[in-house]
């Protein structure tokens, strides 16, 4: 399969939006770049919209993720922000309360929403009452960034105190003096073996159920400031920390030194992954070559990141940023925000 690169710079595109509102000018930081061609091979992306809507993220958006109707949650800082396929929702705040200060957020197994705070701790709604959970409750630290769900159903939160592990009754704090390598840990992932992998602002490591072992390339060095970990369909490890590192069970093969803030494993096996700002993917069908193919669709100019990655229920690939959301069907891209456009 060949894939022809298109360095197609696209000017503005304002262009009516999904529910017949007209998006706004936009400032030149909306301008992207394509990279590549898009997914099929067989046609090329056709046009790039920018659509201004109500409720949209305003605010940076490190999370999408999706709930059990297979609606988009986002967690657009001030905003938990929810997209049913129409319409962008924000879900409603307890009185007082002006923002959530959102890192992470996730849906668990029995449907409760979780909130995870950068600033005042970890919301648990129920879909009947709100539950804040502070250190006061047993949390490790109010300052958090990342949330899991294991297998057994226990909840993980990670943040400036270690892991928290909630088991439905009560936490239980992970730190250094337990052996967890770093105590600001920033992402959390169960593999099919039952091991706890764990990104932090130091060392990574992976927690067996009784030892913390802190994970090293096959030159012995550790890996710093890892953001994500995933285990793809056939078992390999990958992770961002000093570029994108694949485990094979054995040894670690660095396949970018370029940095990445989030990996996706999609329906069909691709990787998805963001190295400088460029919303990219591993060919699946090389993922087990020592190289594999790394196929990048488009850019974003200025100092706008891309972070969380998901696919939704119809394969549309979403990607949160620093002010909105955009969405890639295979062939168009559309970006997504409420943010009020400049006159």
């Not at 550790?222 to 056939?234: C, L, S």
Request: glycine share 10%; proline share 3%; aromatic share 12%.
């Amino acid at each position: 399969m060949k894939y022809f690169p298109l360095f197609i710079a696209l000017l503005f595109a304002l262009l009516a939006s999904c529910r017949g509102q007209n998006p706004n000018k936009q400032s030149e930081d909306s301008i992207i770049q394509i990279q590549s061609e898009s997914l099929d091979n067989n046609s090329s992306i056709t046009h790039f919209n920018i659509i201004n809507t109500p409720n949209a993220p305003t605010r940076i958006t490190r999370k999408v993720k999706l709930d059990k109707e297979g609606n988009l949650l986002m967690a657009s800082y001030d905003d938990i922000v929810r997209y049913d396929g129409k319409s962008f929702f924000h879900f409603p705040k307890e009185d007082g309360l002006e923002t959530w200060y959102a890192f992470d957020v996730m849906e668990d197994s029995s449907g409760n929403m979780w909130i995870v705070s950068d600033q005042v701790g970890v919301y648990l709604h129920d879909r009947e009452s709100l539950t804040h959970f502070t250190t006061k409750d047993g949390l490790g630290h109010r300052r958090n960034m990342c949330i899991y769900e294991d297998r057994a159903g226990n909840i993980w939160i990670g943040g400036q105190g270690g892991v928290s592990r909630y088991d439905g009754k009560t936490f239980q704090i992970y730190s250094t003096k337990d052996g967890l390598t770093h105590n600001d840990v920033s992402c959390i992932m169960e593999d099919s073996k039952g091991n706890m992998w764990f990104g932090t602002r130091g060392t990574a490591c992976v927690y067996d159920g009784k030892t913390f072992t802190e994970i090293k390339d096959d030159e012995g060095n550790p890996f710093i400031n890892v953001w994500d970990f995933i285990e793809d369909r056939h078992g390999n490890i990958w992770h961002n920390g000093g570029g994108i590192w694949r485990y094979d069970g054995t040894s670690f093969t660095q396949l970018s030194t370029e940095g990445a803030i989030c990996l996706y494993e999609d329906k069909k096996g691709n990787i998805w992954t963001s190295p400088s700002g460029t919303l990219s993917y591993y060919d699946e069908k090389t993922l087990l070559d020592e190289k594999p193919t790394l196929i990048p669709i488009f850019s974003v100019k200025g100092a706008i990141a891309l972070l969380g990655i998901i696919e939704d229920n119809d394969g549309n690939i979403w990607v949160g940023s620093g002010d909105g959301v955009w969405r890639y069907d295979g062939k168009a891209i559309t970006y997504f925000t409420g943010k009020q456009a400049e006159k």
